[in-house]
């Protein structure tokens, strides 16, 4: 009879990982969109224990303030001066009920490529063979660093000897211990305490829990898996990129799995918390990042960066930069545009070349299509913004809002000077300056009447081939000599 479920997840993640050179304590270091811890902890939970406890040390407060935010359920054990994996499991039990029983795990906060499912296997194995010691290991083609697992002529696991303790015989074994185990609660317990600090590091290793429970008549055994990766333990920056890049590329292969089309694999990075629709289109160079989601039949990239970006089902994003942005169903957003928090683009919206977008909510169908600022802004559905407009939103000390109503059109090179509201179904003449409203039905005009002066280029530019050619043009008779109306120019219809 086996309990349905693991008593506790505990996770190591007291050291300071020297090797890092950095600042940032070992496991608050990302790859995939969560920190090491975050990947920890997320396997932790998946293997659905009734308490995951994190141990901490180094850089204490920022590392347990990160774990409780990541996972508020996780309690946080402080490790003591005393040093070594087997005492910081030991602060990790204490913070459970007293005398705690079943089965507890022990994994690390620097092994992010470990699943839930491994950690669910594990716990099956240990349970299913009735052990009260079981160390998950794995065969590798270079075991230097590692424990080694020690076994007899029959197989059964003696014991785990650490690197720098281990002769020259034993560094000859490439069967490694991951550090993640499943222990009896109360084995263990009773283990720790005998567990001394004579070796060559003088820490108190959790790895002669494993001989101590053998000689007092315990069944200990190794759950020996296949899938190295998920052993490997980050100590530096070179293992960050390789873990890293292992990560992605299981991501890539499970969207592939999924449904989702991935040209190029390799220039691909999506985060672990990214969801992405069925026949979706990942061109090359694309990041999706953060909490991003990706509708059914989308089409992103290539050289793409969506950070917290939604997508809409069959909406087109190229070259493009989004942060906190939503992008609506059937939405065309690029070549180079720049989408910042606050970016809501309905369906079948359009934001073009050279847009950049802040704050700004565009309606379903509207277009904003060349060379344009818009932030702060509220666009109508059906509206058409003209190249190179600006919301000028920023008067040097405060921000304003513009509106655009719907079905309404701004000219070219016009600069909307806000605070202004421009009513649904009105028109803005290119070129203007505009700081004020504008009613339904009416057009604004804010810039200057054009005035054409005859004769200017004979008088001023005498002798130039300029000159030659006004008079040659007249001579033949091909252009009138009265000055053009505008036509968007009401006072000059009048
Ligand atoms: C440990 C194992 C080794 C195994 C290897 C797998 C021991 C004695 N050795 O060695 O057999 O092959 O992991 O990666 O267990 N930690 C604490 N408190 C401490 C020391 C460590 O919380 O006092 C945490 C670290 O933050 C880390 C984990 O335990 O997450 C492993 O510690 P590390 O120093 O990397 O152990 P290794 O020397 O790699
Ligand atoms: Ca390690």
Redesign the pocket.
């Known amino acids: 009879m086996t309990t349905a479920r693991p008593t506790a997840v505990i996770?190591?993640?007291?050291?300071?990982?020297t090797r890092m050179k950095s600042a940032t304590p070992?496991?608050l270091h990302r790859i995939g969109g969560r920190t090491l811890l975050g990947h920890a902890l997320a396997a932790a939970r998946g293997s659905n224990a009734e308490s995951v406890v994190v141990?901490?040390?180094?850089d204490r407060d920022r590392v347990a303030a990160h774990a409780t935010e990541v996972d508020p359920a996780a309690i946080i054990a402080d490790?003591d001066e005393?040093?070594?994996?087997?005492?910081?499991a030991e602060?990790g039990l204490l913070v459970l009920p007293a005398g705690v029983s079943g089965t507890v795990l022990i994994t690390?906060?620097?092994?992010p490529l470990l699943t839930a499912e491994t950690i669910a296997a594990l716990f099956d194995a240990h349970t299913t063979a009735a052990s009260a010691v079981t160390v998950l290991t794995a065969r590798v083609p270079d075991p230097s660093?590692?424990?080694?697992i020690l076994r007899d002529e029959d197989d059964s696991v003696l014991g785990?000897v650490?690197?720098?303790d281990a002769t020259d015989e034993q560094r000859a074994i490439t069967e490694?211990?991951?550090?993640?185990w499943a222990f009896d609660a109360a084995v263990l317990r009773a283990a720790l305490e005998e567990v001394g600090t004579d070796?060559s590091?003088g820490?108190?290793?959790?790895?002669?829990v494993l001989a101590i429970a053998r000689d007092g008549g315990h069944r200990v055994g190794a759950h020996l898996i296949d899938d190295l990766w998920q052993?490997?333990?980050v100590?530096d920056r070179v293992q960050l990129a390789t873990l890293g890049r292992e990560l992605n590329r299981r991501n890539n292969e499970r969207w592939m799995r999924e449904g989702v089309t991935i040209v190029d694999p390799a220039t691909t990075w999506i985060d672990a918390d990214v969801t992405i629709g069925r026949d979706a289109t990942i061109l090359p160079g694309t990041q999706l990042l953060g909490a991003t989601s990706i509708g059914p039949d989308a089409r992103i990239g290539p050289d793409t960066t969506l950070t917290d970006t939604e997508v809409g089902e069959g909406a087109e994003v190229k070259r493009t930069e989004a942060n906190l942005a939503q992008i609506g169903a059937q939405a065309t957003v690029g070549p180079y545009s720049y989408l910042r928090p606050g970016t809501v683009l309905g369906v079948k919206g359009k934001i073009g070349g050279f847009v950049e977008t802040k704050n700004a909510t565009i309606g379903d169908g509207a277009k904003v299509p060349h060379l344009t600022y818009a932030g702060d802004a509220t666009i109508g559905e059906g509206a058409n913004i003209g190249a190179g407009t600006i919301f000028a939103n920023y008067d040097g000390v405060a921000k304003h809002h513009t509106t655009i109503g719907k079905h309404s059109f701004v000219g070219s090179d016009t600069v909307l000077i806000a605070p202004v509201d421009v009513a649904d179904g009105a028109y803005v003449a290119a070129g203007s300056a505009l700081t004020g409203d504008v009613e339904p039905g009416q057009i604004a005009v804010a810039r200057g009447r054009q005035k054409n002066v005859d004769g200017w280029v004979a008088r001023a530019r005498a002798g130039t081939p300029t000159a030659e050619a006004a008079q040659a043009a007249t001579d033949a008779g091909t252009r009138h000599t009265e000055s053009p109306v505008d036509p968007t120019d009401t006072e000059q219809k009048a």
């Open positions: 996770i190591l993640a007291a050291g300071e990982g070992k496991v141990v901490v040390r180094h490790q005393v040093k070594g994996t087997g005492r910081a602060c690390s906060g620097d092994t660093g590692y424990g080694r785990i650490e690197h720098k490694i211990n991951s550090g993640i070796n590091q820490e108190k290793y959790l790895t002669d052993t490997e333990g100590n």
